[in-house]
């Protein structure tokens, strides 16, 4: 099994800043790829910023020259950098890895139990 622990929500006033961290442990073969999704209150859950194992990334549209996403490989981690929060930004943050653990031959999508952001204007 794989599991993906974020850290890193809280409040902060619109303009400020937050980095989400993420990191995935288990019996981890490969990750393909990781990324970060949001849902707010009566919305449906939907992807923030991605990076897969060959470093391509890709953001929402909302999510553009504002957000930042990295990795680093030896610790199995992802990171979000957040710039310039807007209050629509309020939502919980959820950490996702498309990964292979050694007992399997495919990828498997993971999901972490999310982080709060709420940004007051």
């Known amino acids: 099994q794989v599991q993906l622990v974020e850290s890193g929500g809280g409040l902060v006033q619109a303009g400020g800043s937050l980095r989400l961290s993420c990191a995935a442990s288990?019996?981890?073969?490969?990750?393909?790829?990781m990324g970060w999704y949001r849902q707010a209150p009566g919305k449906q859950r939907e992807l923030v910023a991605r990076?897969?194992?060959?470093?391509?990334?890709n953001y929402a549209d909302s999510a553009k020259g504002r957000f930042t996403i990295s990795r680093d490989i030896a610790k199995n981690s992802v990171y979000l950098q957040m710039d310039s929060l807007k209050p629509e930004d309020t939502a919980v943050y959820y950490c996702?890895?498309?990964?292979?653990?050694?007992?399997?031959?495919?990828?498997?999508?993971?999901w972490g139990e999310g982080t709060l952001v709420t940004v007051s204007s």
């Open positions: 996702n890895a498309i990964a292979t653990p050694f007992n399997a031959d495919y990828g498997i999508d993971y």
């Open positions: 288990g019996r981890i073969y490969s990750i393909h790829a």
């Open positions: 990076i897969t194992s060959g470093g391509s990334t």
